[in-house]
């Protein structure tokens, strides 16, 4: 309930609006959350300053961020600067206030992000550079540039990121987007090998292979994670008609071996299965257990077939595998994924 | 000669206290009793001493033994940690934690019964703590009594095999030394040339190592190898 009296004193009543965007008790359920008028934010911050006593029970974090979604006034900003700087308030209302700021007039915003930039709290310092993320400019930058040894793993990440986009806006030569989000990608060699290697990896199948009758002239080999995968064809693939088996039907088109270090025999690690479709040939590659590992398609493109794969389900390591296929060639590309990879999948302790 | 009180090695070697249990805290051996003499005294020397451990992996074990695994079968594994202890003592290494851990069968996902490329899909997809070298028990090797790769990772992130992947197989002697030789590839032995080394014999070239129950030495050269690998840990 507003103190009717408190309020009109100062000049102003607050508005059932306020009171809705700032109660403990009271909650509107609102798609665009809705902005106070100028009558309505002079309440709010005398209230917040505690200059007007609280015409209901506050939930401090919706009323800073009325006041952050309905003013960018020097004033809110400073008040706003002064919640996050304010440790009888609550973390979760200080951090809240750090990230609000980011909708606040930059310039002002980022003078007021940088001056509190020495909390000692790692959730509102956290915040603050999640802000000069999107608000920071040339002094933001060099501030952030100084800035060593900050914490957490997410907050070095948040910092990075911060540096990146703020470089983006005032020095985008001096930035590379990809070494700064670890996006690392590497070209894996694949090497067409001839029919004498064929047919020793043929003898050293150690394998069912499917029924299939294996071409004898044509395979790949690919070095990855220190062993080597042999891609053998399917024997129906024939140089000057590899096409012709690809678009007559489904087809095992392919086995992908693993052969290791030391050990003569190869086992079979993936299948490569295809289907025709309208513009050319859906490709999936799966493993034993029957999990697609990687799938995409073949496009009709001039001549041939342009190849296009990508990792789907579990598989940790991203992976991209293009080429083009035509009647005479078949020509291989793989890019695996060198950033962080997926986190794998823990067992379950046994009880004593 | 140190002291070998079980509550102080128990403190600082195992991180346990007392209310203890010799056998399953101590020792590890949470499957209840096998038909092995253990001592106390050697066992305590061998984990303050420089150590590793080892983080069990049954795969497609369930806790009521509904799964692929038996109470016999999991008494022959431990028993074959035991025997592999005795291995690696002497040279001076002891097998200090064991992590027992479990893949549900719903979750087993087809690696109960693997090869060589299975048994790098099964531990590129699952993996124990890096605290421990992953040992994974399968129904089945198809193609070898065990994989695992030469000079293995101590971060088990790294791509490619990260653990040792076992069949349960034959005698508690012929499981402990197939352990001790795929768990002896982990920590960076080649295969010995020798069917009396734990590192085994492949003198036909095709990469597997023909072992058996007498597969039993080591030598001191084996022994600085394995001290050198990056899972082995400093005395406690």
């Known amino acids: ?352 | 000669m140190a002291n070998l009180s079980i509550r102080s090695i128990a403190n600082s070697c195992l991180d346990v206290d007392p209310p203890l249990s010799v056998r399953r805290d101590v020792f590890g051996y949470i499957w209840g009793t096998m038909n092995r003499a253990l001592s106390v005294k050697s066992h305590l020397q061998r984990i303050k001493g420089t150590s590793h451990n080892l983080c069990l992996i049954l795969v497609g074990h369930e806790n009521d033994f509904s799964g692929q695994f038996d109470v016999a079968d999991t008494r022959r594994m431990q028993a074959g940690v035991d025997v592999m202890r005795e291995l690696y003592a002497q040279v001076g290494i002891g097998v200090r934690k064991l992590y027992w851990t479990r893949i549900p069968l719903a979750d087993a996902n087809g690696h109960t019964i693997v090869n060589a490329a299975g048994a790098t899909d099964l531990t590129e997809e699952w993996s124990g703590d890096n605290d421990g070298i992953d040992v994974f028990f399968v129904t089945s090797v198809t193609d070898a009594g065990g994989w695992s790769v030469r000079n293995g990772p101590c971060d088990k992130d790294a791509q490619g095999r990260t653990g040792a992947v076992l069949e349960l197989m034959g005698s508690d002697q012929v499981m402990g030394v197939l352990m001790a030789h795929e768990v002896g590839h982990y920590l960076g032995l080649p295969h010995a040339g020798s069917l009396t080394n734990v590192m085994g014999d492949d003198s036909d070239g095709d990469g597997i190592g023909s072992i058996n129950a007498g597969s039993v030495d080591l030598t001191g050269a084996q022994g600085n190898t394995m001290q050198s690998h990056c899972s082995i840990q400093a005395a406690c």
């Not at chain 1, 508005?15 to 008790?25: F, P, Q, V």
């Not at chain 1, 509107?28 to 934010?41: I, K, N, S």
């Not at chain 1, 750090?98 to 790692?122: G, H, Q």
């Not at chain 1, 910092?159 to 996006?183: C, D, H």
Request: glycine residues 8%; charged residues 25%; neutral net charge.
């Open chain 1, 1 to 352: 309930m507003a103190n009717k009296e408190d309020s009109e004193a100062l000049g102003s009543k607050p508005s059932t609006e306020l009171l809705d965007a700032i109660s403990a008790n009271r909650f509107g359920c609102f798609v665009d959350l809705p902005r106070l008028t100028d009558a309505d934010v002079s309440v709010l911050q005398r209230i917040l300053k505690g200059t007007e006593k609280e015409p209901v029970p506050l939930d401090r974090k919706r009323a800073i961020a009325a006041l952050a979604r309905s003013s960018g006034s020097p004033d809110a900003v400073l008040l706003l600067s002064d919640v996050v700087a304010s440790t009888n308030e609550s973390q979760r209302v200080r951090a809240t206030a750090a990230r609000l700021l980011s909708v606040s007039p930059p310039a002002l915003a980022e003078r007021a992000l940088l001056s509190n930039l020495a909390v000692d709290d790692e959730a509102v310092r956290t915040e603050l550079i999640a802000s000069l993320r999107v608000v920071g400019g040339v002094d933001a930058l060099q501030t952030l540039a100084s800035l060593a040894d900050v914490g957490s793993d997410a907050l070095r990440r948040q910092l990075e990121f911060a540096r990146l986009m703020i470089g983006l806006r005032v020095a985008p030569s001096k930035v590379n987007s990809g070494r700064t989000l670890g996006v690392i990608w590497e070209a894996l060699k694949v090497v067409p090998i001839d029919s004498v290697r064929v047919r020793e990896h043929l003898h050293a199948l150690h394998d069912s292979s499917y029924g299939v009758e294996l071409s004898s002239e044509v395979g790949f080999e690919i070095e990855c994670s220190g062993a080597t995968h042999v891609v053998l064809l399917n024997a129906a693939f024939e140089r000057g008609a590899f096409l012709r088996p690809l678009r007559s039907g489904n087809a095992i088109a392919a086995l992908v071996v693993l052969a290791e270090k030391g050990v003569a025999h190869l086992t079979v690690r993936y299948v490569v299965l295809t289907s025709p479709v309208a513009d050319g040939v859906s490709v999936i590659v799966a493993r034993g257990s029957g999990e697609a590992v990687y799938s995409g398609d073949a496009i009709a493109d001039g001549a041939g077939l342009r190849l296009q794969l990508r990792d789907v389900g579990r598989e940790r390591v991203p992976t991209e595998i293009g080429g083009m296929i035509t009647e005479d060639t078949v020509q291989l590309e793989l890019r695996v994924w060198r950033g962080a990879a997926r986190p794998k999948r823990r067992p379950l302790a046994i009880p004593r």
